[in-house]
């Protein structure tokens, strides 16, 4: 191990549609986590990493925590606190535009004991309403100790990032590297094609919708220097096959036109992509299905 060498997993933790996963990606440099303004996109602990000269920061980008009773939510929730017994650093992550609450208030009394490991992130300072005074004074309540690695930052204008990466390098221990320097994620190719698909698919379709759907990869073949797919984007109802696909086909050929472009910046090989549409019914109150897709 080299002297001084740092490494530490890092959760990120906070409220849906504050922008954690627009964050993790602005920090790793490439398009690790999908992105969208529906809450609770992530439905995984996404593992994005970041390489610079102090060492080797691994993030686990987890799901929005929102008070619900719903059996994905409550599946939802055990994945961010399992990312939170796993990791040696907290990023807390939070919205400047909007004020605390409840649930604010709920997510600081879970992280409290964690003060001492914790670095806040007050992001969104580019938009409109932005109060960084408002989020100071709510963390100087609430983790008097960490008041000073509170960090103003833009997850889309990379405002702050270095400051903040510079606070988590500082807290993180000694310790040999895991991934090598060309890795920024250690997700597998059918889960990155998969969550890309579902990010087109969820900013296309209405609001309810989102929720009711998940991709699966059917088969992936690599022959001819292409790669294969065949994937099903998976609704909850046959009247909801209708919406994916849209008139004419226009809606499940733009989700599909609009994968391939995003694919093509991530991958180096050509994709050919079969995409289709079925029924899983009730596939958010099935245990096994809620474990598959929630718990690798």
Known sequence: MMPGKKCAFTALVGRPSVGKSTLLNRMCGEKVAIVSSVPQTTRNAIRGIVNREQGQLIFIDTPGRHNS????????MEVSERALEDSDLVLYVMDAARSPGTEEDEIASLLAPLAEKTVIAVNK???SGSDFKRAEEFIAQHFPSAKNRCFAVSANTGQGVDELLAALYDLAPEGDTL???????????????????REQAINR???????????????????????????????????????????????????????????????????????RVKTGKDWRHNDHTLHRLIDR
């Not at 008139?247 to 609009?258: D, P, S, Y």
């Open 69 to 76: 009773q719903k059996k994905i939510n409550k599946k939802l």
């Open 205 to 275: 379709l209405r609001q309810e919708l989102p929720h009711s759907l998940y991709v699966d990869i059917a088969d992936m073949e690599f022959k001819d220097e292409k790669l294969w797919v065949r994937a099903f984007i998976v609704v909850e109802r046959e009247s909801q096959k209708g919406m994916v696909v849209g008139k004419g086909g226009e809606m499940i050929k733009a989700i599909r036109l609009a994968s391939l472009k995003n694919l093509k910046q991530i991958f180096d090989w050509k994709i050919d992509l079969d995409l």
């Open 125 to 127: 300072m580019d938009a």
């Open 179 to 197: 991934y090598g320097d060309e890795y920024y994620t250690d997700q597998e190719t059918g889960f990155r094609i998969s969550e890309i698909i």
